[in-house]
């Protein structure tokens, strides 16, 4: 069974860090993986979505990174802003369409 | 970009009372669906795979006779959750996806549950 694992669980950083949020999964048979982004008491925000066939996707500040023979998936967020305050959730597609999710790094960005 | 449009976005009722949650699929079809459920301060978890025109088939724990799941169309699934009780507020999430493009899912906004 996949098992998925965030760490840390949370990241409290003053506004300008670089942000790395770290996920391991334990099956490397997978799909994809991606991230997400959520706010309090709202739903999920796509962030990047990595094929079992990439290294890395990158979006504007975020970078995310997947080393599948390690069970490994790193997200980098640069230049970190309070509005990136958030809960992150990386999601590991294993079973088609099934997401095996993490409990997620809450971050918070200090100004 | 795939919409995929989940209704109502909060619902607050009493003990005993059915709710139905509405999932579309608002510019693709979707084949298949999946439901998720969120308990505070925890993450997603997937609770039932409902594909069009099947019966959905459900993760163990999920009380299928409580979790109703329909999935008549390509563009709309529903849960209903019957006799609903206060262990049952959560966060309900769908996931919709398609045989067709990037294997990729496309979620709902979500509903949050709360049972008096």
């Known amino acids: 069974k996949q098992e998925v694992t965030q760490i840390p669980a949370a990241l409290s950083v003053p506004e300008g860090e670089n942000l790395v949020l770290n996920c391991s999964f334990t099956?490397?048979?997978?799909?994809?993986l991606q991230w997400f982004r959520q706010d309090p008491g709202k739903g999920l925000t796509s962030l990047l979505l990595i094929q079992s066939s990439q290294r890395e996707q990158t979006s504007g500040r975020l970078n995310a990174s997947l080393d599948k023979s390690s069970g490994r998936s790193t997200l980098y967020i640069a230049a970190s802003q309070p509005g990136d305050s958030a809960t992150y959730l990386c999601a590991v597609n294993s079973s088609w369409g099934k997401l095996q999710f993490g409990a997620g790094t809450q971050v918070v960005v200090t100004p | 970009g795939a919409v995929v449009s989940q209704h109502p976005s909060w619902v607050i009722c009493k003990s005993g009372t059915s709710v139905k949650i509405e999932c579309r699929s608002l510019d693709f079809q979707a084949t298949t669906m999946f439901w998720y459920r969120q308990f505070p301060k925890q993450s997603l978890m997937l609770m039932a795979t409902s594909n069009e025109g099947s019966k959905a088939t459900y993760e163990q724990g999920v009380e299928k006779d409580k979790f109703l799941i329909n999935h008549a169309s390509l563009t709309l699934s529903t849960l209903t959750v019957t006799s609903a009780h206060p262990e049952d507020s959560s966060f309900y999430i769908c996931?919709?996806?398609?045989?067709?493009?990037?294997?990729?899912?496309?979620f709902g906004d979500g509903t949050r549950l709360s049972i008096l």
């Open positions: 996931s919709a996806w398609t045989l067709w493009g990037v294997a990729e899912g496309h």
């Open positions: 099956d490397s048979a997978i799909y994809n």
